[in-house]
């Protein structure tokens, strides 16, 4: 069986995703507070993370998931000003 992974918004929340018909309850998973290494390798970009996390992505997927990343980057600074630290809905 396959398990799909919840969308970036939801780790680390209880939020339950769908699979197969089914609910799925997301694991918490730990909060890490240091970036992870990136590096432009042979036309791809390689992503280096925490907890053994390795990545490669195309120059475009990498472009997109940045754009993603700032823009949830943000929002997550604000809610953090607000106290308001609840999953976001998607």
């Known amino acids: 069986m396959r398990i799909r992974r919840a969308p970036a918004a939801f780790l680390g929340g209880s939020v339950p995703i769908a699979e197969r018909g089914r609910e799925i309850p997301v694991k918490k998973h730990p909060l890490f507070d240091e970036a992870s290494k990136v590096a432009a390798e042979k036309g791809e970009v390689v992503i280096d993370?925490?907890?053994g996390v390795a990545v490669s992505l195309t120059p475009e997927a990498a472009i997109e998931t940045g754009e993603?990343?700032?823009?949830?980057?943000?929002?997550?600074?604000?809610?953090?000003?607000?106290?308001?630290?609840?999953?976001?809905?998607?």
Do not use: F, N, Y
């Open 49 to 51: 993370g925490p907890d």
């Open 68 to 90: 993603r990343l700032q823009d949830s980057g943000v929002e997550a600074a604000g809610q953090r000003r607000l106290g308001d630290t609840r999953p976001a809905a998607e």
